[in-house]
């Protein structure tokens, strides 16, 4: 079963609007959950990281992630999105032995 | 840029040969951790090294095997390379001690390498 569900391949916003990227987990005891983007031919960048505390989690380029754990859900938000931040964004969960488990991302556009 | 180094960018070879992608971490990382992302399976976990020492395994082919060294660079070894094999290979490192609290740090991943089998 997979750990970490993305449902939506691709997500297509105007720029200036609030974008979210979704993210379901399913893993037993705490999550810990990431996000990561990976632009055209680069690798994965690290934006924000959920272990514990508060459910809102700031993170780099202006984008912030919910948890929410009767949903065990993980959406990745900007309130106003960039063209610039058309790329691919990844959820993951860290599981045992501390490797992570990657959704299958989700391609985000923004149009000008 | 992560500080995470992988040479080379890309790779053309034919099948049934050997491959060696060489990844160097991040100062001060001693985990290393080897992905593969291909279009079919996206993004999988191959196999974790801490120290010099193997700590994780996930679905790496018994044709793969990878290796770290004292200096904590380290090598993934690809054989009898099939037409499949071809993807992006990319290295990550953190600083992650089991069960300590540098186990919730996030990797750093490297540019990759891409491999393509002919």
């Known amino acids: 079963a997979q750990s970490v569900a993305q449902p939506e391949d691709q997500v297509n916003v105007a720029e200036g609007n609030p974008l979210t990227v979704k993210c379901t987990y399913s893993?037993?005891?705490?999550?810990?959950l990431f996000w990561y983007v990976q632009y055209p031919n680069r690798g994965l960048q690290f934006l924000l990281k959920?272990?514990?505390?508060?459910?809102l989690v700031k993170g780099s380029y202006g984008f912030e992630a919910e948890f929410n754990k009767s949903q065990t859900s993980f959406h990745l938000k900007k309130p106003s999105a960039l063209v610039s931040d058309s790329a691919l964004y990844f959820c993951?969960?860290?599981?045992?032995?501390?490797?992570?488990?990657f959704g299958a991302g989700t391609t985000v556009t923004v149009r000008a | 840029d992560s500080g995470v180094t992988q040479t080379p960018k890309h790779l053309i070879t034919a099948t049934g040969q050997r491959v060696t992608l060489r990844c160097s971490p991040r100062?001060?990382?001693?985990?290393v951790y080897w992905y593969q992302q291909s279009l079919d399976q996206g993004l999988q976990f191959l196999i974790q090294?801490?120290?010099?020492?193997?700590?994780a395994k996930g679905n790496i082919l018994e044709r793969f095997s990878a290796q770290q060294f004292p200096d904590l660079h380290s090598e993934l070894n690809l054989s009898s390379l099939e037409l499949g094999d071809s993807a992006l290979y990319f290295c990550?490192?953190?600083?992650?001690?089991?069960?300590?609290?540098?186990?919730?740090?996030?990797?750093?991943f490297g540019p990759g390498t891409r491999l393509t089998v002919l």
């Open positions: 959920y272990i514990t505390g508060d459910n």
């Open positions: 893993v037993s005891g705490n999550p810990y």
């Open positions: 993951a969960v860290r599981e045992k032995a501390y490797k992570l488990s």
């Open positions: 090294y801490y120290n010099g020492e193997e700590r």
């Open positions: 990550a490192s953190s600083e992650g001690l089991a069960g300590s609290r540098s186990s919730y740090n996030e990797q750093f």
């Open positions: 100062s001060g990382d001693l985990s």
